[in-house]
């Protein structure tokens, strides 16, 4: 498969889909994801390692956290050089007062906003790419 560039064809190709889990970002000391972990992702700053887990993981290993996420991944394969996808999606789910934190995949995007709205910022990512078919 091709990786899509084109940002007509990547906003109305997104097909956002919300993973039933809801995930937590948290941050460890050192360099070494801690024994037992299985983040989905993982960031090293100079602060520490940062680790995003299911929720019940990191509360099972007692890690603390402050912001519970829905994860939805946007089934386009877009190319990671491709420009303004990012802009377009974050500055839709801004207007609708939805934050949102990324993740690029090789192949996909992945949104994590508030889990308390992950079905919200679907919808309104639905429709986003219903009036970028039209556009």
């Given at each position: 498969m091709m990786a899509e560039r084109d940002l007509k064809r990547l906003l109305s190709?997104?097909?956002?889909e919300l993973?039933?889990?809801?995930y937590v970002f948290t941050t460890v000391e050192g360099v070494e994801v801690p024994a037992g972990l299985r983040p989905a992702?993982?960031?090293r700053e100079p602060e520490g390692l940062t680790l995003v887990l299911r929720?019940?993981?990191?509360?099972?290993?007692?890690?603390?956290?402050?912001?519970?996420?829905?994860w939805i991944t946007l089934r386009v394969h877009s190319a990671l050089d491709a420009v303004g996808l990012t802009a377009a999606f974050a500055?839709?789910?801004?207007?609708?007062?939805?934050?949102?934190?990324?993740?690029?995949?090789y192949h996909h995007d992945h949104l994590f906003v508030a889990?308390?709205?992950?079905?919200?910022?679907v919808a309104v990512l639905e429709d986003l790419a219903a009036r970028s078919v039209h556009d």
């Open positions: 190709g997104m097909r956002p993973l039933d889990e809801r992702a993982t960031v929720q019940e993981e990191a509360d099972a290993a007692g890690l603390p956290y402050d912001y519970v996420a829905g500055t839709e789910l801004g207007a609708h007062g939805l934050s949102c934190n990324v993740i690029a995949g889990a308390d709205r992950a079905q919200e910022a």
